[in-house]
Structures are given as structure tokens and as C-alpha cells.
């Protein structure tokens, strides 16, 4: 192999590489917002149970799912 193709070859290693990072990234951030939403309502539920409230019925909205659903 000679060095210009070592060089490309490793040129789209790095650029594969950074793409699957980024990707990773952009999933990790949608599990984060997924996290905190869970949390946040898990609070308010606990909450109202505390007060002696019931919550509406309305079932769990689709962008409330996890992302591998």
C-alpha cells in the first residue's frame, strides 16, 4: 500500500468514525430529553398522589415512548 493510499484510507477511517460519534451523540441527547421528561412527570405524579389527586386518563403520547420504539 503505498502512502497516498494509507492516507485515504485512513482519511475515511476518521470521517466514518466521526460520523458514528455524532450520530451517537444526537441519540444520546434524545435519551437525555426522554430522562429528564420521565423524571419530571414521575415528580408530578408522585405529587398528586401526595395530594390525593388522580391524573387525567388520557394514556402516554407517542413522542413520550423511547426512541427504539
Not at 470521517?15 to 420521565?38: F, G
Not at 395530594?51 to 402516554?60: A, F, K, L, S, V
Request: glycine letters at 4%.
Amino acid at each position: 500500500m503505498t502512502d497516498d493510499e494509507r492516507l485515504r484510507t485512513l482519511e475515511r477511517k476518521l470521517a466514518d468514525l466521526q460520523r458514528h460519534v455524532l450520530e451517537q451523540d444526537k441519540v444520546m441527547l434524545e435519551l437525555s430529553t426522554t430522562i429528564e421528561r420521565t423524571r419530571r412527570e414521575i415528580g408530578l405524579l408522585r405529587q398528586m398522589h401526595a395530594e390525593g389527586r388522580q391524573p387525567e386518563p388520557d394514556g402516554e403520547p407517542a413522542d413520550e415512548r423511547p426512541p427504539h420504539y
